[in-house]
């Protein structure tokens, strides 16, 4: 358990990311994100250009203030006072250096007394602006009289201010500046930027953290909007096509009237679509249960008429069977009535004693041997309808061929039939009943010897063979006993009906045509098979193929030959 958890973790996180509205969040966080930066920036920017200018207007009114102040002293030529009145405002909050620079670039008065009378280099950072010419400009622009830079840990605002030559002042009885002089020094003023900076910095500080609350708050209600509009539809939407899927058919989706958008026209269809699947299906199995009914009804008439071809074809076969039997029955007994009738007759007319005692004889002998006849005929008939209980036992298949050869020797001889025998190596007992296997043989070598009447040659072969199942490591073993002559062979009309009681290819009082009918079904009985091949001219070749022996096969031949039995009986 404790490791199945972190799966569901990660498996339940997957699908969150993987999410539409996750995605859609995510894209416009990132969106406002960029914007709400950029916005941050300028507005920083913005902020700290405007505190920068309100500084410099701040530091040039104190510039001015100092030198309109100053210029009381300087007419009178009044230095005590002068540097007084300087000292008094540089010692004012935010002040950091006052100094006063002559046309030569001299010190005239600085706050700092270190610096009286030094000479500062025209191409220093304060003269620079003035002196990029060979003259000293009278007028600088307002940007050019600003700069800052960095003393003690701070940053410092200087901004310089020229002492014009005024009227007043080139009038003066003290002074002996001649009026076309038009710059008479400069005043450098120098003030702390701390103030503005911490002022900046906590105006930063507060701009960044209400642009963070913004997309914060812009966030949180972005992502319930989305999950709104497009996330609840959407997982109503997936939850729909899941219990679709589990065969819910007809299941609909919630839909709000106010939800007049695409995700809205989506249920809707949604809905039609699951109504229409539920209408669709309900009409598929009510035609299938039609079909089933019909399908039902037409087997029952299928097999009505199946039975009723079955019932004439068994009353064919038993008119059949009935013209052949009182056909062949009818001559023997033509010939018994006529030959009694001569013997009454005889009897009445009293010569049966002496003159016709030998043709009396005669006469039932042929009725001994036509009721004879007659007896084996029916004897065939109750042998081809009901059989008897077979007699399994491991049978050596070699052993009852040559009691059959012994049993038709003289046929063979007289014949003029050479025997061809070939026997298979390891032939293995097979579970048989030996007596019916061979009336089998018997019979098809009889029949193979009257298909001979001017000689030939009989082949009698057995062999084993292996069937091996396609897709299966196994194979079936089956014995083959081969009976095949080259007598007359038998015409391709009646070779499918071989097998068929009464069909018989022999002359007429030869055979009744019951001994093929009766040997394939003996070898069916025995789980086997018998087939034939033939051709006119050329000779007939039966094949008789019994199962292999297994073990317990004994009990299931003889369990499969009781239950053939029954049927026929049937």
């Not at 009535?337 to 039932?364: D, F, I």
């Not at 009725?367 to 008897?388: M, P, Q, V, Y």
């Not at 007596?435 to 010897?449: D, K, M, R, S, T």
Request: net charge neutral.
């Amino acid at each position: 358990m404790p490791e199945i958890e972190p799966i569901r973790s990660d498996a339940r996180w997957k699908r969150l990311t993987n999410s539409i509205s996750a995605k859609l969040i995510g894209s416009l966080l990132a969106v406002m994100v960029v914007i709400f930066v950029l916005l941050g920036y300028l507005n920083i920017r913005l902020h700290r250009q405007h505190l920068e200018a309100a500084t410099l207007a701040s530091a040039e009114r104190v510039s001015d203030v100092i030198k309109h102040s100053t210029t009381y002293y300087m007419l009178r030529n009044d230095r005590e006072g002068l540097y007084h009145a300087i000292q008094t405002m540089a010692n004012e909050p935010g002040m950091v250096k006052v100094r006063i620079f002559d046309q030569e670039g001299r010190i005239s008065y600085s706050t700092d007394p270190a610096e009286v009378s030094h000479v500062l280099d025209k191409t220093a950072e304060a003269c620079y602006s003035c002196h990029t010419q060979a003259q000293p400009l009278a007028r600088l622009k307002r940007p050019d009289r600003f700069r800052i830079y960095r003393s003690g840990g701070q940053r410092v605002l200087g901004i310089i201010t020229p002492i014009e030559n005024q009227p007043s002042c080139s009038n003066a009885d003290c002074h002996a500046h001649s009026a076309g002089q038009q710059v008479l020094g400069v005043l450098d003023t120098n003030l702390s930027l701390a103030s503005a900076d911490a002022q900046l910095k906590v105006s930063s500080a507060r701009m960044l953290a209400y642009t963070a609350g913004a997309l914060l708050m812009v966030a949180v209600l972005s992502w319930v909007f989305v999950w709104r509009v497009v996330g609840k539809p959407i997982k109503a939407l997936k939850n729909g096509t899941e219990h679709l899927s589990q065969g819910e058919l007809g299941y609909q989706i919630e839909t709000r009237s106010q939800h007049e958008d695409e995700v809205g026209d989506l249920a809707r269809s949604f809905n039609d679509m699951s109504l229409q699947l539920r209408t669709a299906n309900e009409e598929i199995v009510t035609w299938a249960k039609t079909l089933e009914d019909r399908v039902l009804e037409k087997t029952k008439e299928v097999k009505r008429a199946y039975d009723h071809v079955l019932h004439v074809e068994r009353m064919a076969s038993v008119g059949k069977m009935a013209a052949v039997v009182a056909h062949e029955v009818n001559n023997p007994l033509s010939g018994i009535l006529t030959y009694s009738k001569l013997l009454r007759r005889w009897v009445e007319s009293g010569q049966a004693e002496h003159e016709r005692r030998e043709e009396a004889m005669q006469c039932l002998d042929l009725i001994a041997a036509e009721s004879r006849r007659c007896g084996e005929l029916i004897k065939n008939l109750l042998t081809l309808s009901r059989t008897s209980p077979m007699n399994i036992q491991p049978t050596d298949l070699g052993a009852v061929i040559d009691r059959c050869l012994l049993l038709v020797r003289n046929k063979l001889e007289l014949g003029g039939i050479e025997l061809q025998l070939k026997r298979a190596e390891n032939l293995p007992r097979v579970p048989c009943d030996p007596a019916q296997i061979e009336q089998v043989l018997l019979a098809l070598i009889i029949n193979a010897i009257d298909a001979m009447p001017r000689g030939g040659n009989l082949w009698i072969e057995t062999r084993i063979e292996s069937q091996t199942e396609t897709g299966l490591s196994g194979a079936e073993t089956e014995i083959k006993i081969q009976v095949r002559d080259d007598g007359t062979g038998i015409a391709p009309d009646v070779l499918p009906h071989i097998f068929e009681p009464f069909l018989t290819t022999k002359e007429s009082g030869r055979g009744v045509g019951l001994g093929l009918a009766i040997s394939r079904g003996i070898v069916e009985r025995h789980h086997g098979r018998i087939e034939v091949e033939s051709e006119l001219s050329r000779g007939t070749t039966f094949t008789v193929t019994l199962p292999a022996p297994v073990p317990g096969n004994e009990a299931s031949l003889a369990g499969a030959g009781a239950s053939k039995a029954a049927t026929k009986v049937r």
